[in-house]
């Protein structure tokens, strides 16, 4: 069923609701976090220990602005839309931020955002026909780089030595592996569907 048909037969579902809210603050608290990533100087690390815990608890907003969504009923197509670009957003945005102070080679953060980019792409080019709603390796990889991200961020190895970088690193090549598979399973799922649809239409 496509997004048109399901909304001419269910009542309309506002998208100006709560859990719609929850993912524009994520937005809006990306550019925040970068910045106070970027200001800390190094001297004490408070910043960067406040923008560490600002990125997690952003982070965490996407299961919960997720689960409410659909605990009250209230899952929007704009909602499906909004909520990967605002995990997109927050994980490129940090991993930009991480690029510029020299602590991720710049291929990992492209490659990250060729893969996060070209899906959003996807998602607006089909949308007159579907939504897109992200699959559930889509979900695995944002807590994958969730998880590796906060590590990234939240400078451990000054408390616990350099062996945390080494560590770091395990959980970043985790991270954008799946990237890179969950973004093959997208085009895979895609050409499926379109050849699918070319059979019916014949
Ligand atoms: O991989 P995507 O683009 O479907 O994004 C997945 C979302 O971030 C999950 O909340």
């Not at 839309?81 to 102070?101: C, E, F, M, Q, W």
């Not at 961020?153 to 408390?159: D, E, N, R, S």
């Amino acid at each position: 069923m496509t997004a048109s048909n399901a909304s001419a037969a269910e009542p309309r579902i506002s998208n100006w609701n709560l859990p719609n809210a929850i993912t524009v603050a994520r937005i809006v608290l990306a550019p925040v976090f970068m910045w106070m990533l970027l200001a800390d100087d190094g001297s004490d690390g408070a910043l960067r220990w406040w923008a560490a815990l600002l990125f997690v608890v952003a982070i965490a907003s996407d299961g919960i602005d997720g689960h409410i969504a659909r605990s009250r009923n209230l899952v929007t197509d704009l909602g499906k839309i909004l909520d990967p670009i605002a995990d997109k957003v927050l994980t490129g945005g940090a991993l930009v931020a991480l690029s510029i102070l020299g602590e991720l080679p710049w291929w990992v953060t492209i490659v990250v955002l060729v893969r996060e980019i070209g899906i959003t792409v996807h998602r607006f080019i089909v949308i007159s026909d579907h939504v897109v709603a992200a699959a559930w390796m889509g979900k695995l990889k944002t807590l994958a780089q969730a998880v590796a991200i906060s590590l990234a961020l939240a400078p451990f190895w000054v408390l616990l030595g350099d062996w945390v970088l080494w560590v770091n690193g395990v959980f970043m090549t985790i991270a954008v592996l799946l990237t890179i598979a969950s973004g093959i399973d997208y085009v895979v799922t895609a050409v499926r569907g379109s050849r699918a649809d070319r059979q019916v239409k014949r």
